[in-house]
């Protein structure tokens, strides 16, 4: 029997090796992590992570062929093929800080895998990392192994928050990058093997380390670019009276261009985009390419800019002072059906509002009350490190409150800010919530979910990004 074991029980690692069980029930495959209380969680009914689909396949597999540990070293020790599953966060620090790739996790990982190991095993890269991080796992593993015979191979996750399970059962493709070396391309076979039970032969692409390495930074550039693209046409539609919505659909049924991607909104969040742009940014850099470096950075300057630039509008809105003024923030995660905050415009957006002395009061079907909190309270990057590591007791922040009942959010606010674009706000009653607000009663689109129209005969004064300004915003114009 062939067996599995993923290091990092995480977003990656857990709903992959799910579907690797399911798919492959004469595969044993273990799911490792140092943190009790997450493996706890693995083991109960209450997964540590919210996924749709996932409780069901979970439940189906485990303690038969799927298994969640502590116990690291054990099950490493005896695997085929070990995949690598752990953060790869920005640096904080030191050389590169800011855009650099923090291996840290990844390195201590390779050291431990070159330790336990007795038997020849297969390596696979499932973090984002790096363009040329096999090398480096290579070298640390070579040089303590003993006699044992290690293969790594690339294998970037492709998976979107919301449909991962999806993304998994049907992926449009599944990449695998090694060495072209005999030993290298026997490696690639026998993961081929394994997506084999279930992707089809044509889906299953093979290419060398840095090909896979890259492609998975490029995909992210390329699709957090498109966003970027058209939250920059949106500023544009503004100050000339389009609407963002009708030429996003334009270009989009041009075929070489596509619809997908092209939603306007507060700006794009999530563990990834940011993170993997800014490490191909450092990367173009340490090569000497810094025409290519500008190129990409300015994908995330536009992202930061259109989350300030919501700010602005609410501020300038509102008699340009939201002190001491009630505002509700609808939405806290990244985007609808998932709970994950990570990078979420919400933060920046709930910061500017604070930065001029805003009273929040923050309604999110999927986020805990402490989640929220102590992503308010925690410095850029600190999330993509494990739990221990980030601030324990988050700063109370008076001015915020996290409620569970959306109409309390609104109550007596002067306000309304949505931010993720979750189903059940597209069919809250408006009337009910807008004859319990301050007056003038504003709504803030960040996600153009809403039906402007309907909303102004209601007697909202509203803002939705790359429309036409109402009249009341388009008369207190500040630079935006």
Known sequence: MVKICCIGAGYVGGPTMAMIALKC???EVVVVDISKPRIAAWNSDDLPIYEPGLDEVVKQCRDKNLFFSTEVEKHVAEADIVFVSVNTPTKTRGLGAGKAADLTYWESAARMIADVSKSDKIVVEKSTVPVKTAEAIEKILTHNKKGINFQIL????FLAEGTAMEDLDKPDRVLIGGRETPGGQKAVAALKAVYAHWVPEDRIITTNLWSAELSKLAANAFLAQRISSINAMSALCESTGADVNEVAYAIGKDSRIGPKFLNASVGFGGSC??????NLVYICECNGLLEVAHYWKQVVSIN???KTRFVKRVVSSMFNTVSGKKIAVLGFAFKKDTGDTRETPAIDVCHGLLGDKALLSIYDPQVTEEQIKRDLAMNKFD?????HLQPQSPTAFKQVSVVWDVYEAC?????ICVITEWDEFKKLDYQKIYDNMQKPAFLFDGRNVLNVEEMRKIGFVVYSIGKP?????KDLQVSI
């Not at 690339?154 to 996750?157: A, F, K, L």
């Not at 985009?273 to 800014?278: N, P, W, Y």
């Not at 999330?383 to 739990?387: G, I, N, R, V």
């Not at 300004?469 to 915003?473: K, S, T, Y």
């Open 25 to 27: 029930p004469d595969i």
């Open 154 to 157: 690339s294998n970037p996750e």
């Open 273 to 278: 985009f940011q993170k993997d742009i800014l």
């Open 304 to 306: 930061d800019y259109q």
């Open 383 to 387: 999330w993509d490190h494990p739990q």
């Open 411 to 415: 109550k007596d606010a002067h306000g």
């Open 469 to 473: 300004l109402d009249p009341w915003i």
